[in-house]
């Protein structure tokens, strides 16, 4: 049984920093597709990033050049490195794995297993 949870989530000031990291059991985080979405109340669930099993990765617009994704193989975790935090960041975060190796859309549906979500709050 895949399992994925989230944990590194808070409450932080703009400009500050956070870590996100997702530890998955039941699955190998090197072999597939991972990724980051964050859902703001009353809004859709967004992507904010991925890397595929050769550890190539995607980076959303609105976040590139502040987050960073990438995974420890050997913690089996995933991590997403927040920086330079925006109020507009604000969101519930959540990690999701899929069943293949490399990531060929951003849609939410092209992936199986969900954590559970760590809430990032940033204030202005």
């Known amino acids: 049984q895949v399992q994925l949870v989230e944990s590194g989530g808070g409450s932080v000031q703009a400009g500050g920093s956070l870590r996100l990291s997702c530890a998955a059991s039941?699955?190998?985080?090197?072999?597939?597709?991972m990724g980051w979405f964050r859902q703001a109340p009353g809004k859709e669930r967004e992507w904010v990033a991925h890397?595929?099993?050769?550890?190539?990765?995607r980076h959303a617009d609105s976040v590139k050049g502040r987050f960073t994704i990438s995974r420890d193989n050997a913690k089996n975790t995933l991590s997403l490195q927040m920086n330079s935090l925006k109020p507009e960041d604000t969101a519930m975060y959540y990690c999701?794995?899929?069943?293949?190796?490399?990531?060929?859309?951003?849609?939410?549906?092209?992936?199986?297993?969900w954590g559970q979500g760590t809430q990032v709050i940033v204030s202005s």
């Open positions: 999701a794995a899929s069943n293949i190796g490399y990531c060929y859309t951003i849609s939410p549906r092209t992936f199986n297993y």
């Open positions: 039941g699955y190998t985080v090197s072999s597939y597709c």
């Open positions: 890397i595929d099993f050769a550890e190539v990765t």
